[in-house]
């Protein structure tokens, strides 16, 4: 069923216009074949979009053309099934779309005998990979460390506190605890589909380190992790426990900080803004980790269905460690992680990072 999207929408950052351009359902298994181009049309009948942006539409002695940066794992949302995508944006556009081979990466090059012709096919390709862009999975997500040796410490003790006190407990059990080595607050999640885009974000968090030492005055930050809280509303049937985490002065820098950078993130087109505020925790808990210790609890999209997942019973928990001091340390940088990685250290793998000092 194809699905009419808005006149005006916004990708990466620039404003298109255009007629009703239809969101298609594609198979999954679309094949990648080699189709003839079309040939350029006899008469200009499109109106150049005065808000698309044009000015890397280049003339030639044979028209234009335009090249387009384009991730190859998207290719096939631009070829379709059979091609038939493709045959289809090159009839309605009069262009020609050259795709690189699958899996080789480069840029799509649209060429035209009329700018306007190559404007409208560059916003209908542009729209198509930034619509299935957001249905794939995240690969990489910003984190402050929460590592310490003392903060993994505590939260050992606090596996052993829990068990020893409450195993009895319905789904409580040592499987759901986080690994210590990766204890982190997750800031925001990113879909970073090759390499380039990792080099664009690893840039994008350099340029924000100005503000960040702005905000920190140059130095880490002391912080203290004390304390429990639930995701849910029933603490009978909890999936998500956290610590929670404060500076010492007891200042907001921390949040200041996170939300400036999903607002960094956001408006570079690297990040999709879930929440008006990022929630600063630090997950112990998760039942995600029942059935696969793999899991990270980020906190971005695609999670889990709750209904595939088996809460626990954290009153008892809530009772007796709810005010647990896992311990002080100082954090001194925000992190590109990567995700299902592990370093030397047992924390995830560094993308590229920026200090507090």
């Known amino acids: 069923m194809d699905v009419l999207r808005p006149a005006i929408v916004n990708i990466n950052g620039r404003m298109y216009r255009r007629n009703m351009i239809k969101e298609e359902q594609y198979d999954e298994e679309e094949e990648e074949e080699d189709v003839s181009h079309m040939g350029p049309p006899e008469s200009e009948d499109l109106e150049v979009d005065e808000s698309c ?34 045959k289809r944006l090159e009839s309605d556009t009069k262009t020609s779309i050259n795709i690189p081979k699958p899996g080789v990466e480069g840029q799509i090059v649209i060429t035209g005998s009329h700018k306007a012709a190559v404007s409208s096919a560059v916003t209908r390709v542009d729209v ?43 789904g409580v059990d040592g499987s759901i605890f986080q690994n210590p080595a990766k204890l982190h607050m997750t800031i925001g999640t990113l879909a970073l589909l090759n390499d380039t885009e990792v080099r664009k974000a690893c840039e994008h968090l350099q340029e924000c ?29 909890v999936d998500v426990l956290y610590a ?11 949040q200041v900080i996170a939300d400036r950078l999903v607002e960094h993130f956001v408006s570079a087109g690297l990040m999709v803004r879930e929440w008006d505020r ?24 695609r999670r889990q269905a709750m209904s595939e997942r088996e809460a626990f019973d954290a009153k008892n928990i809530l009772k007796k460690c709810g005010a647990y001091r896992f311990g002080e340390f100082e954090l001194n940088a925000v992190l590109l992680s990567q995700r299902y990685s592990t370093d030397c250290s047992g924390y995830y793998t560094s993308a590229g990072s920026t200090n507090f000092s």
């Open 209 to 237: 380190q100005n503000f960040i030492r702005d905000i920190t005055e140059g130095k880490p930050l002391k912080l203290e992790v004390t304390g429990i809280e639930y995701m849910n509303d029933d603490p009978a049937m």
């Open 128 to 170: 198509l990979v930034e619509s299935f862009r957001k249905k794939q999975p995240f690969t990489h997500f910003l984190s402050f460390p929460l590592n310490d040796p003392k903060i993994q410490e505590g939260s050992l003790s606090f596996k052993d506190e829990v068990l020893q006190q409450c195993s009895q407990d319905h």
């Open 278 to 301: 990022v929630k600063l925790h630090a997950t112990v808990m998760n039942t995600l980790f029942r059935k696969d210790s793999t899991v990270e609890d980020t906190g971005g999209p």
């Open 244 to 254: 929670k985490v404060n500076l010492k002065d007891k200042s907001d820098k921390l």
């Open 53 to 86: 942006d044009t000015t890397s539409i280049e003339q030639t002695d044979k028209g234009y053309r335009c090249a387009i940066d384009v991730p190859s794992v998207l290719y096939k949302y631009i070829i379709g099934k059979k091609g038939e995508t493709r």
